[in-house]
T-cell receptor
């Protein structure tokens, strides 16, 4: 069975500091990988995706992620965070030929402090 | 214009009632989904429809019945509501079943 593990449930960080949100997945078949962000009381917004090609993908709001197939990881990074980045971040996988369903990790709450 | 819209945004009801949540997308996508987010913010897929045809049903109780009158709409009807149904329900759509999904703002259901 496929699964997604976000290793940190909460990540507090000061403004302008770098941040890494960790994500590992388990799957016996090829996957697509995604990071979504959920601001308070809002829906999910796509940050970035890995479908194929270059393993370093850049997304919106200065975020990037690197797909590491050997370590089955897809960690999200930002070199300098802002207060406005405070939100819940979800890593997700979608399986080839599985109807497109997303399997989500548990979420990581990023809290940026001044 | 909102791409994926859900109504209502909030729904408060008593145990045992029947309620519906509506979802509409104006993106021209073929595939639509329903996800449930529990109190711990864990997201899990419930259903997926492709061109009005059910393609995913993730062991959801029979009290939940999705209906897709056309490919732009996927409604969720819930019978005999239980306390455990309290959650945020998200609708999503994608151009094909393997592509990026676009989410609605969610419907917060509270069963008292």
């Amino acid at each position: 069975a496929q699964s997604v593990t976000q290793l940190d449930s909460q990540v507090p960080v000061f403004e302008e500091a770098p941040v890494e949100l960790r994500c590992n997945y388990s799957s016996s078949v090829s996957v697509y990988l995604f990071w979504y962000v959920q601001y308070p009381n809002q829906g999910l917004q796509l940050l970035l995706k890995y479908l194929s090609g270059s393993t370093l993908v850049k997304g919106i709001n200065g975020f990037e992620a690197e797909f590491n197939k050997s370590q089955t990881s897809f960690h999200l990074r930002k070199p300098s965070v802002h207060i406005s980045d405070t939100a819940e971040y979800f890593c997700a996988v979608s399986l080839y030929n599985q109807g497109g369903k997303l399997i989500f990790g548990q979420g990581t709450e990023l809290s940026v402090k001044p | 214009d909102t791409a994926v819209s859900q109504t209502p945004k909030y729904l408060v009801t008593q145990m045992g009632n029947d309620k519906s949540i509506k979802c509409e997308q104006n993106l021209g996508h073929d595939t639509m989904y329903w996800y449930k987010q529990d109190s711990k913010k864990f997201l899990k897929i419930m259903f997926s429809y492709n061109n009005k045809e059910l393609i995913i049903n993730e062991t959801v109780p029979n009290r939940f019945s999705p209906k897709s009158p056309d490919k732009a709409h996927l409604n969720l009807h819930i019978n005999s509501l239980e306390l455990g149904d309290s959650a945020v329900y998200f609708c999503a759509s994608s151009p094909t079943s393997a592509n990026i999904q676009y989410f609605g703002a969610g419907t917060r259901l509270s069963v008292l």
